[in-house]
């Protein structure tokens, strides 16, 4: 064990907190994972969630998971908690010599429960500032969208600022566009359109993400996917950050630009609060 | 434990082979490692490797390892064995809120010893045959270099190809240039000089490719960091594949094109044999 902090985890079924050393996870990065909302016991959105985890092992030519075991694995750990964060972590295991995977891979499937994050209600309500990152993604259009293991570009773009009234730092591609933030997919409104970077060549396309688009959809919103430059954002009317964790985040500053929280964004966190408590979360 | 081969392992200095799910070498690919041969019971090149362990922490603030501990962590490890591979990685352990580290990281250190792969003598004598690579190296000035845990693109470019004849892939990066082979550093002649690419925005500085460019200047050949193209490879006399565990592979093909071994090629192979015989491995 190389940490003291305990929390409920289940390693391939099991509730011990121990992986080898020669997990490819570790060594390479080797693997996907989801970081899931658990709101009154039930993780949100666990469908889509379960969605981009296969399509993120389809990828990496990983086993797909098997949806079934997971969710009565997670249900199982779920058992007694209300809000919580649910991660899932899909590694290739052991095996395979140096980086070439092993011919069949015995995939490590981690669940882990942690305490919901201090995310301040504050933050939705009177919006949040942000800061421009110097760390730039890289591009690679094959690991593009997908949520990998290898996030030592975020780590390092986190790093960047400790001011505590700065709650995000927005990311640019080699080229200088906007991508996202290091935790958050990025939207903005400007005239009658809601715009978020296209994530072709970097970045994580969040679960949020496509559930806001949705909802922008059924409001009517044209919605685009596109080039931004850091002009555009600071040019837009509205911008928000988006998260499974977070929901939706009102930006009101960035550098010297400040914006007030605007219509489009307050209309977007009211529909996701009505979705959310529609139906059963383990249905969406 | 999610793998069940077992090799000798030293986990913070501890012989038990398990890392805590939440250790951030998993979560994100937040370290570093190294990958050292060892023979009559040395590693080789103990110094250079220990220097870009410290160089690789240093540029994701991680503490700076403890030379002296590691290196009797090694001695311990390697006792009774001849030749085999020690492989060295440092974590930024666990902790941290997402991708935020700790204020004060508590490294994971973790030593393991593989046995001596299968390398075929003849791949250094006669050569080996390689292909491109479509996965491309995205481009990170401030990853660049290093050797951190982050090598999705390494395994899936080594997913490529099944042919047991070709023994390395070469690698893009996003412009088109050759940067690095999967596992190795490539170097090529082209009439009186040694080229080898710039890595000052993506591939890993191996130790190897240093002590090449040191043994070919004192060699009184003139050595070149420089832009290379698939065509300026094609069009090269010589070719070849450095890392610390192969030596020096000379490539005597790529798709159409076919090389023999060249004298330069030769003369570094043998420059490494005799400075491998010199003084003490931990020394260099």
Redesign the interface.
């Known amino acids: 064990?190389?940490?003291n902090?305990t929390?409920p985890?289940l390693?391939?079924g099991k509730p011990v907190?121990?992986?080898?050393?020669?997990?490819?996870?570790?060594?390479?990065?080797?693997g996907v994972?989801e970081t899931l909302a658990v709101t009154g016991g039930e993780p949100r959105f666990w469908l889509r969630h379960l969605q981009r985890l296969a399509e993120g092992c389809r990828r990496?030519?990983l086993p797909l998971p098997d949806a079934s075991r997971l969710r009565d694995e997670a249900a199982a750990l779920l058992t007694g908690n209300d809000a919580c964060v649910l991660k899932i972590?899909m590694?290739?295991?052991?095996?395979g010599?140096?980086?070439?995977?092993p011919g069949k891979a015995?995939p490590?499937r981690?669940l882990?429960l942690h305490p919901w994050?201090?995310l301040p209600q504050e933050c939705a309500d009177s919006g949040v500032r942000v800061c421009l990152c110097t760390?730039?993604?890289?591009?690679?259009p094959?690991?593009a969208g997908i949520k990998?293991?290898?996030?030592?570009?975020?780590?390092?773009?986190?790093?960047e600022w400790d001011d505590p009234d700065i709650r995000e730092g927005l990311m640019l591609d080699?080229g200088g566009c906007v991508i996202e933030g290091?935790?958050s997919n990025l939207f903005v409104v400007s005239g009658e359109n809601l715009l978020t970077p296209n994530l072709g060549r970097?970045g994580v396309a969040g679960i949020m993400r496509t559930v806001m688009m949705e909802l922008a959809s059924s409001l009517g919103i044209a919605v685009s996917v596109c080039k931004l430059q850091p002009v555009d954002v600071e040019q837009a009317d509205e911008v928000f950050l988006t998260n499974s964790l977070i929901g939706v985040w009102p930006v009101i500053g960035l550098g010297e630009r400040a914006w007030s929280v605007g219509r489009v964004t307050r209309q977007l966190q009211e529909r996701l609060s009505k979705l959310e408590t529609e139906g059963t979360a383990w249905q969406h």
């Open positions: 064990m190389t940490s902090v929390i985890v390693v391939n907190d121990c992986i080898s050393s020669l997990d490819r996870g570790l060594l390479f990065g080797d994972f990496l030519g972590i590694t290739r295991g052991a095996g010599r140096g980086y070439r995977p015995q490590t981690i882990q994050p201090e760390m730039r993604l890289g591009s690679n094959q690991l990998h293991l290898n996030r030592l570009e975020q780590v390092l773009a986190r790093q080699g290091t935790m970097c």
